[in-house]
């Protein structure tokens, strides 16, 4: 009964507020990242604030997920209230709250949206939740106002690796997927492998700049349909350090490295010239990596590539508010009902 009171609040929120320029808070603790933005109409960023808890995590070699969620907790509303005062706005100037409700950790999620929707009562504005893996795509319009579905987007950070068909602001397809470790998962894998710290993409980019890639580990399914799979590649990468104990790390990173960003950039791009859409979007934590960048970039005769500032590729809560922005647009709003999702995929935005 009061659920169904304060949904009909909800829908009464929604038709008092449209605006043209929304501002939208945002938050975003789907994992170990803690972050709040604030976002003016499609691209006046008022303040966008990352707390990392990569130095909590690392020691244990991955993310922790209860002492993450008890960390948003603790970080949540003094970033809050630093985003506001950045953004030299009251909370209630705002227009919309959004959250990422889904996929990732689910106490961390909870932590977000009970967050949220307690912004939400309180402001009296309309609850957005906004598929993470969204997001990640979307960060990419807060560079490029001029990028427009249709496009091909290669999705890949620490759980997930997809290629899709972006039809339309939310309506995509799947074209290929990782049949078992997500990419930047292997990156972290074989990071481990090599003693190096979590998360290991950003090391394993860093330490292949001054090494060569002269070993020649498998690239599973390189010319078999879409799919990726990266756990075959992690194996062979663990035996050969057994048995190659000479073997310069360095030299080891970047063979590695070469072997699952060629399988990337292959499919992706043979996709995109098979399909003659041109707009080809990288997107995720993974996007960061420079090999990743450079060899699509050798493909910009033939197609127009995007990918985010680096500070948008990880995790952040700008992508979230400005895939937030299209959902305000098209009166995509929430109730207070709104679940976490932790295995949410594409099937729902
Ligand atoms: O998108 P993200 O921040 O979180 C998820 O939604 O998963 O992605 C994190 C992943 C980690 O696996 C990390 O190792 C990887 O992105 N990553 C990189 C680089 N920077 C971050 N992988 C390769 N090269 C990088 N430069
Ligand atoms: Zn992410």
């Known amino acids: 009964m009061l659920l169904q009171t304060k949904n009909q609040l909800c829908k009464e929120r929604r038709r008092l507020s449209i605006e043209k320029k929304p501002i939208i808070f945002a938050i975003e603790t789907s994992c170990d990242e803690?972050?709040?933005?604030?976002l003016k109409g499609h691209n006046e960023l008022l303040s966008n604030l990352v707390v990392s808890q990569i130095d909590i995590h690392k020691d244990f070699g991955g993310v922790v997920p209860e002492i993450a969620a008890r960390k948003h907790v603790e970080f949540l509303?003094?970033?809050?209230?630093?985003?506001?005062?950045?953004?030299?706005?009251?909370p209630t100037q705002l227009n919309a709250i959004a959250v990422s409700y889904g996929p990732g950790l689910i106490g961390s999620l909870l932590i977000g949206t009970s967050f949220a929707k307690g912004m939400s009562i309180s402001l009296n504005i309309p609850l957005i939740g906004v598929n993470h893996l969204v997001?990640?795509?979307?960060?990419?319009?807060?560079?490029?106002?001029?990028?427009?579905?249709?496009?091909?987007?290669?999705?890949?950070?620490g759980g997930h690796t997809m290629i899709l068909l972006v039809k339309d602001y939310f309506d995509f397809e799947i074209i290929g997927e990782t049949r078992d470790d997500a990419a930047g998962?292997?990156?972290?894998?074989?990071?481990?492998?090599?003693?190096?710290?979590?998360?290991?993409?950003?090391?394993?980019?860093?330490?292949?700049?001054?090494?060569?890639s002269i070993y020649k580990f498998p690239k599973p399914l390189y010319n078999v349909?879409?799919?990726?799979?990266?756990?075959?590649?992690?194996t062979a990468v663990l035996y050969f350090v057994k048995d190659s104990r000479k073997a310069k790390i360095e030299d080891i990173a970047?063979?590695?490295?070469?072997?699952?960003?060629?399988?990337?950039?292959?499919?992706?791009?043979?996709?995109?010239?098979?399909?003659?859409?041109?707009?080809?979007?990288?997107?995720?934590?993974?996007?960061?990596?420079?090999?990743?960048?450079?060899?699509l970039n050798?493909?910009?005769?033939?197609?127009?590539?995007?990918?985010?500032?680096?500070?948008?590729?990880?995790?952040?809560?700008?992508?979230?508010a400005r895939a937030a922005y299209e959902k305000y647009q098209r009166n995509m709003f929430?109730?207070?009902?709104?679940?976490?999702?932790?295995?949410?995929?594409?099937?729902?935005?």
């Open 225 to 234: 349909g879409y799919d990726f799979s990266f756990s075959g590649l992690k």
């Open 135 to 157: 997001g990640h795509i979307y960060a990419n319009f807060l560079d490029f106002p001029e990028l427009k579905p249709p496009f091909v987007t290669l999705l890949v950070s």
């Open 77 to 90: 509303y003094q970033l809050s209230l630093k985003a506001f005062e950045e953004a030299q706005i009251e």
């Open 34 to 38: 803690t972050a709040v933005s604030i």
């Open 185 to 212: 998962e292997a990156f972290d894998k074989v990071a481990r492998i090599l003693n190096l710290e979590y998360p290991g993409g950003p090391i394993i980019d860093q330490i292949a700049k001054s090494g060569k």
């Open 254 to 295: 970047a063979s590695f490295q070469e072997a699952i960003i060629d399988t990337l950039v292959h499919k992706v791009t043979k996709y995109a010239l098979k399909s003659g859409i041109k707009d080809v979007v990288i997107a995720g934590g993974v996007a960061s990596n420079s090999l990743l960048r450079k060899k």
């Open 334 to 349: 929430d109730d207070l009902d709104l679940d976490v999702e932790p295995n949410l995929g594409l099937s729902k935005v």
């Open 298 to 320: 050798t493909y910009r005769d033939e197609l127009n590539i995007y990918y985010p500032q680096l500070k948008y590729c990880t995790d952040n809560a700008a992508m979230i």
